[in-house]
């Protein structure tokens, strides 16, 4: 039989994701301060972005500050975009989901309004 209730099925792609995390200490050859990149994969959402002005590039992230700019690369296109954070995710979002964008960065991208998966990465002063 298959399986009509949309939530069975964003459940099941949250199950399959298999997020991960990589940090890096960067240290310049230049005597320039060291700074930790950090490297994430899993999946991706759009948010309900009604609070914030239309046309801008804009995420929530788990744990980034607000502020940070992070570099999203979709992964069936490789077409890549840069977001700035302008909140947290909640704590109960699922494990696999890193980041949820604005809508007008997933039109921008042509994303679905399915998760999908992505590679995110941005710097932060050691």
Same mark, same amino acid.
């Given at each position: 039989?298959?399986?009509?209730? @949309? @939530?069975?099925? $964003?459940?099941?792609?949250?199950?399959?994701?298999?997020?991960?995390?990589?940090? $890096?200490?960067?240290?310049?050859?230049?005597?320039?301060?060291?700074?930790?990149?950090?490297?994430?994969?899993?999946?991706?959402?759009?948010? *309900? !972005?009604? $609070?914030?002005? $239309?046309?801008?590039?804009?995420?929530?992230?788990?744990?980034?500050?607000?502020?940070?700019?992070?570099?999203?690369? !979709?992964? *069936?296109? @490789?077409?890549?975009?840069?977001?700035?954070?302008?909140?947290?995710?909640?704590?109960?979002?699922?494990? @696999?989901?890193?980041?949820?964008?604005?809508?007008?960065?997933?039109?921008?991208?042509?994303?679905? !309004?399915?998760?999908?998966?992505?590679?995110?990465?941005?710097?932060?002063? !050691?």
């Amino acid at each position: 039989p298959a399986i009509t209730d @949309s @939530s069975i099925l $964003q459940n099941d792609i949250f199950r399959q994701a298999n997020p991960a995390k990589r940090v $890096q200490t960067i240290r310049p050859k230049d005597g320039g301060k060291p700074f930790m990149q950090i490297i994430e994969t899993g999946l991706a959402m759009r948010v *309900e !972005d009604t $609070q914030w002005a $239309q046309g801008h590039y804009y995420c929530l992230h788990k744990t980034a500050p607000i502020g940070t700019i992070i570099k999203l690369t !979709d992964n *069936e296109t @490789s077409k890549s975009i840069y977001l700035k954070v302008m909140g947290n995710m909640s704590i109960s979002e699922p494990s @696999s989901l890193v980041l949820r964008i604005s809508s007008f960065a997933a039109n921008k991208l042509g994303l679905p !309004d399915k998760p999908f998966t992505v590679e995110i990465s941005y710097a932060l002063l !050691d």
